[in-house]
């Protein structure tokens, strides 16, 4: 591959994920407002956030065969067809009052974040082993955008509708995803070849290596922590008094968070190893905890969010980078799936729980709950970084 098409890719997959996180940001922005007002039960008002995670987890495996069988731009393809069909879907429920309508957009959300999760390893493809990092990170870097561009989709949109909150934000989210499969009709990536497609070792070999094992923890900790204290976070604000304006700003921060390091976390994995980043997201997520049994001011939700988003892209970002190091290429496609697929599983559960844990303990509960599965996860880190310093001195 050329390095005019690389970076040609790389640039396209970087607007892509700009353009297609928006579906995030707006999912998270909303879902667990619009499903306190229309759910049956108060307990059920983070259903559709839920939801929008078991979709992640629940197509990651089909969309991992799609990219074997018939290469990665055609997965990238039924994934924005399924943005739009989210925007489209969500609207009509809001403007009829279907809960369960609305659980089902978020469910075609969800598929739709499994194929750009897949952004950052196509990135990777086009790379040496060594600049893998870098080319991950900067695609993971077009989140900065999608986390101005959701929360503000959010605030300019919906009130359009005025007999409908949130309606137009729907419609305007679907439109955003059209445009970004506009752009990714452009990315050139190779074909799979016959031996991506059936060779490499058994699944379950490559599972039992303590280096997959302890990169899948920590990046499901990451990534399921920062689900479960950020589903929660906006209808925290709400109960607390604030407004959807505060609470619409405080999820830009967390996504500007999540994404502005990526600037700088590839270059910090090549410099001092992606376990040792991975350590250090993991106790900004702690941080965020702490920062938020502080207090329920304002304030207090936007700075543990802001750190919830940055120890999300150091754990998340340096878990990715751990696995990159479990595959030979032909393998690739398979490891990486049931990566992301035990990640979203993980964090389909949390999910499931963090709406009744506020509903019926309040957000306090809901922060210290988070440190159990980080402690955890700290540990089994730290006991991998003992047993590998000894070998690095030797070397």
Not at 63 to 73: E, K, L, N, S, Y
Not at 366 to 390: E, K, N, Q, Y
Request: with cysteine.
């Amino acid at each position: 591959m050329s390095t005019r098409t690389f970076n040609g890719n790389v640039a396209r997959l970087t607007i892509a994920q700009a353009l297609a996180g928006a579906n995030s940001a707006v999912v998270y922005a909303t879902a667990a407002v619009i499903g306190h007002g229309l759910a049956p039960d108060p307990a059920l008002a983070t259903l559709p956030v839920s939801i929008f995670v078991v979709g992640m987890a629940a197509c990651i495996p089909p969309v991992g065969m799609i990219a074997r069988r018939f290469g990665r731009p055609a997965a990238f393809l039924t994934g924005t067809a399924c943005g739009v069909l989210v925007g489209l879907l969500c609207a009509l429920a809001v403007v009829i009052g279907s809960f369960w309508l609305f659980c089902l957009g978020t469910l075609f959300g969800g598929a739709y974040a499994a194929v750009v999760l897949s952004f950052r390893f196509a990135a990777a493809d086009c790379v040496a082993p060594k600049q893998r990092p870098l080319a991950l990170s900067i695609v993971m870097g077009g989140g900065v955008a999608a986390g101005i561009l959701g929360p503000q989709l959010v605030t300019a949109t919906m009130r359009l509708w005025p007999e409908h909150l949130f309606a137009a934000t729907f419609l305007a989210q679907a439109t955003v995803a059209a445009a970004s499969a506009v752009v990714l009709l452009g990315v050139r990536l190779p074909k799979p070849t016959a031996q991506e497609t059936t060779g490499g070792r058994p699944l379950p070999l490559i599972a039992r290596q303590p280096q997959f094992i302890v990169a899948v923890l920590c990046g499901a900790v990451s990534y399921a922590l920062m689900n479960f204290l950020m589903t929660a976070a906006p209808l925290a604000m709400r109960m607390c008094g604030h407004s959807q304006e505060n609470s619409n700003l405080g999820i830009q921060w967390h996504l500007i968070a999540m994404y502005g390091p990526s600037f700088l976390t590839g270059r910090l994995i090549t410099c001092f190893g992606a376990p040792r980043v991975v350590f250090t997201g993991l106790l900004l997520i702690g941080l965020a905890a702490l920062a938020g049994l502080r207090g329920i001011a304002v304030a207090d939700f936007w700075l543990m969010l802001v750190l919830l988003g940055v120890g999300w892209n150091f754990g998340f970002v340096g878990a990715s980078a751990m696995i990159l190091e479990c595959h030979a290429p032909e393998e690739k496609a398979r490891v990486q799936s049931l990566n992301d697929f035990i990640v979203f599983g993980t964090m389909a559960v949390g999910s499931f729980s963090s709406g009744e844990l506020l509903t019926l303990y309040g957000w306090k509960a809901v922060l210290t709950v988070s440190l159990v599965p980080l402690f955890l996860a700290l540990v089994v880190l730290a006991i991998r970084l003992g047993r590998s310093a000894p070998v690095a001195a030797a070397a």
